[in-house]
């Protein structure tokens, strides 16, 4: 009962209101209050604060001082801005890292193998179309030579065949056996887009298997650092190999 009454009690005290501006000074504009005058101390004393701590700074900073983050921070314009650092790790590295276990990359790494063997294995007397050509080069004597030389003459085959780079067949086979495969302009241009595409594929094959091993590297050399034996860090890692650690030597028993 005795809070209520209070509380009733606070209803009817006398309202204490701030006084305003006397009319006498209406000219100087609202008169501050103490809220306004507490913000406006408050921000001088941060401005204040902050310069006498940078003015101490000056004064006690020693020429000599070093720190390593020095070493990678530089000034652009009177601003220091540390340098961007080469990723160690791709985020698809990080996936597969956090998502799987080394035997499982292995597995998939030397699937990838058998596959680029296999291709390699098909591809491996074609000429990609776009890549450099092989050179073949002709030696004479004379100048008379050269005028009068005939490819198709010095390889003993047919004219159409010359610029065939393999199963170029020589006139004597020709004679006794009928050429196989594609003869015409039209097969000739869909095997050669079917060669361009098969390179293609072996490409990216060959890129993923590179990218597993690198993968497989990473979380051995996470393994391999769980050991307490001491060691010593070589090479930083990159986005395309592992970091390098010289272990400390432990004689075997």
Not at 60 to 65: F, G, L, T
Not at 77 to 103: A, N, P, R, S, Y
Not at 110 to 128: F, G, P, Q, T
Request: aromatic residues 6%; charged residues 40%.
């Amino acid at each position: 009962m005795a809070a209520a009454f209070k509380k009733a009690g606070k209803s009817r005290q006398r309202e204490h209101r701030e006084r305003s501006q006397p009319a006498s000074r209406k000219n100087l504009g609202i008169l501050e209050k103490k809220k306004d005058y507490k913000l406006r101390a408050n921000d001088y004393h941060k401005k204040r604060n902050a310069l006498q701590a940078l003015r101490r700074k000056a004064e006690e900073k020693n020429p000599d001082e070093f720190y390593y983050k020095m070493t990678r921070v530089q000034l652009q314009d009177g601003v220091h801005i540390i340098k961007k650092q080469e990723e160690e790790t791709t985020l698809e590295q990080q996936k597969l890292m956090k998502t799987q276990d080394l035997k499982y990359i292995e597995m998939k790494r030397v699937a990838e193998v058998k596959k680029i063997e296999r291709l390699k294995s098909e591809l491996h007397l074609l000429e990609a179309e776009g890549k450099q050509p092989n050179k073949h080069t002709f030696f004479f004597d004379t100048k008379k030579e050269v005028q009068r030389f005939d490819i198709a003459t010095h390889l003993n085959t047919a004219p159409e065949l010359v610029g065939r780079v393999y199963n170029r067949p020589t006139l004597e086979t020709l004679r006794k056996e009928t050429v196989r495969g594609a003869t015409t302009q039209g097969q000739l241009k869909k095997l050669a887009r079917q060669r361009k595409s098969q390179y293609s594929l072996l490409k990216q094959r060959i890129e993923r298997e590179r990218k597993m091993f690198v993968i497989a590297q990473k979380l051995q050399t996470r393994k391999d650092l769980l050991d307490k034996a001491h060691k010593v860090k070589l090479k930083k890692e990159t986005v395309n190999q592992p970091a390098i650690y010289k272990f400390q030597f432990r004689r075997k028993r």
